[in-house]
């Protein structure tokens, strides 16, 4: 499975930007999908998660109520709605596939977008 990650870009803060990530091949629905971030010179961070049907996701405190991750098994799309911006959610976010639900170790995945910059100004 390739995924090509796309939707970064510069925003204000209070702005929304919603990331996608599209995945060849016909075995996405079988994978959990996770949203990752990754600030200079840190590990990567786990930010969202949903299962394989998209019936159960999950995100952490710092974006709950502002960020929302959802899929479409259909189109092969995973997304990461994010809204009410902060310039602390300044980072490059990443999806993977991987075959547990919310598991926040990225060595566990399988595979890996390339990335896409989040830049919110103050």
């Known amino acids: 499975v390739q995924l090509q990650a796309s939707g970064g870009g510069l925003v204000q803060a209070g702005g929304s930007l919603r990331l996608s990530c599209a995945a060849s091949g016909r075995t996405f629905s079988r994978y959990s999908m996770s949203w990752f971030r990754q600030f200079p010179g840190k590990e990567r961070e786990f930010v969202a998660g949903i299962m394989g049907s998209g019936e159960i996701s999950d995100s952490i405190d710092s974006v709950k109520g502002r960020f929302s991750i959802s899929r479409d098994n259909v189109k092969n799309t995973g997304y990461l709605q994010m809204n009410s911006l902060k310039p602390d959610d300044t980072a490059v976010y990443f999806c993977?596939?991987?075959?547990?639900?919310?598991?926040?170790?990225?060595?566990?995945?399988?595979?890996w977008g390339q990335g896409t910059q989040v830049t919110v100004s103050s």
């Open positions: 993977a596939l991987g075959d547990y639900y919310n598991d926040d170790d990225p060595r566990r995945y399988l595979f």
